[in-house]
């Protein structure tokens, strides 16, 4: 009626991992006739997700001798968790992991310096699923299968090895999940820009890119580029899971001033087409 409101609830569920993107429209029979409304969202099948941004220790976790920050840095954003104590424990919520999956365990660490190894051990219960020693200050990403624990409820443990407080150095732990295994290819590229600088007419220059696949199956696909100066050998590209393969790209200028241009990875992955900026 004139002059009052009503409320409408909108709902997302996705069903898929990925952003997703629409629009609502309200047609009516006002002045207007219609209005609309952007929506947007993002679907996910991690159980876990925690880069330690927020309080400590993050909601449902346990921390025994690790905390936030202290020394070393983050592996993106602003704060990662810190440990210099042997026997220290970081724990995550219960995790219910659905019967049949294949969940994967992802976490990044790094030795608060490189002259100092950090050994960690990561457990289930009393089960040490991963050992590993931090022999740089750069992070390294772990990813452990949790397929034998699909059906169960769990908490991962992360213990520190090494030292007894105070001044001791310590190991560095950001960025953990867990995730669903992909089903399908996934491309990754090694950099999303190759600047080849100057080069001299009629001469070429070359820079390599790495593609990809962390995904599960073959990763095919094809390379174009948009402007004929830069070209790609190979332009097809076929990558086994895990693998990776080297893409060469070429510059040769046909006349004086700048050129760019994008390269296409048009693939079978789920993303569907990766691009890199030249």
């Not at 009516?28 to 209005?35: F, K, M, Q, R």
């Not at 560095?172 to 491309?187: F, I």
């Amino acid at each position: 009626a004139s002059g009052e409101s009503a409320v409408v609830t909108v709902t997302y569920t996705p069903s898929r991992d990925g952003d997703d993107a629409g629009v609502l429209t309200l047609a009516h029979n006002g002045d207007a006739g219609s209005e609309t409304v952007s929506l947007s969202g993002s679907g996910t099948n991690d159980l876990l997700s925690e880069g330690f941004e927020g309080t400590w220790p993050p909601a449902g976790w346990t921390a025994t001798s690790w905390d936030q920050n202290v020394y070393g840095g983050p592996n993106s954003g602003s704060n990662w968790a810190y440990s210099n104590t042997t026997g220290s424990e970081l724990v995550t919520p219960t995790l219910s992991l659905p019967a049949g999956s294949d969940m994967l365990l992802k976490f990044n660490y790094r030795a608060e310096s490189g002259s100092y190894p950090q050994p960690v051990d990561v457990k289930i219960g009393d089960a040490v699923i991963f050992q590993g020693t931090a022999e740089s200050s750069s992070y390294e990403e772990v990813t452990v299968s949790l397929a034998a624990y699909a059906g169960t409820d769990i908490q991962v443990t992360f213990v520190g090895q090494y030292g007894t407080g105070g001044w001791s150095y310590g190991v560095c732990l950001d960025d953990v999940s867990v995730e669903a295994a992909p089903t399908n290819p996934v491309a990754e590229l090694s950099t999303d820009m190759l600047d080849f600088g100057v080069v001299q007419v009629g001469q070429s220059a070359s820079l390599e890119l790495t593609v990809s696949n962390t995904g599960a199956g073959t990763l095919t696909g094809t390379m174009t580029t948009d402007v004929s100066v830069f070209a790609a050998s190979p332009s097809d590209v076929s990558v086994a899971s895990g693998e990776s393969a080297v893409v060469t790209v070429t510059y040769t200028p046909s006349r004086d001033g700048d050129d760019a241009g994008v390269l296409t990875l048009a693939h079978n992955g789920d993303a569907g087409s990766e691009t890199v900026s030249l």
